[in-house]
């Protein structure tokens, strides 16, 4: 049995941190500080089975009545296949504080078909959006 959970005293810090920074493609080399930072002011999602071992993890980034931004969703490879990554998506969709906002996106390079299962679709209006990336962070 598989739970989620938004308890960031459940987080295995240093699981998600070796993930993101060892193991994700779009976190590499992400330092033990901003992971903590960055789960430090989002809304946490954990998965876990039934002796509490954390096998995915998703983060939302929010003002609470507007905009939210889904970020470093991840299922452990060994867990993968079981649903885990629907059952965090659909603890995202569903979760008090996020339902009522009007607008949450998200970037993937290659989960398109399930965030599409949860009504997220490609933007309407890309030319409208700008982004600031600094490559030093």
Known sequence: ???VSTDKDLLDVSMIHHYLSERSYWAK???LATVQAS???SVCFGAYDENGKQLGFARVATDYAVFGWIMDVFVLEECRGKGIGKLLMEA????RDLK???R???GTDDAHGLYRQYG???LAHPENLME??????
């Open 1 to 3: 049995m598989i739970s």
């Open 29 to 31: 080399a992400r330092s």
């Open 39 to 41: 789960i430090e002011h």
């Open 92 to 95: 995202i969709v569903n979760h």
């Open 100 to 102: 009522r906002l009007r």
């Open 104 to 106: 949450m996106g998200l």
């Open 120 to 122: 997220f679709t490609d």
């Open 132 to 137: 600031r990336i600094d490559p030093g962070h």
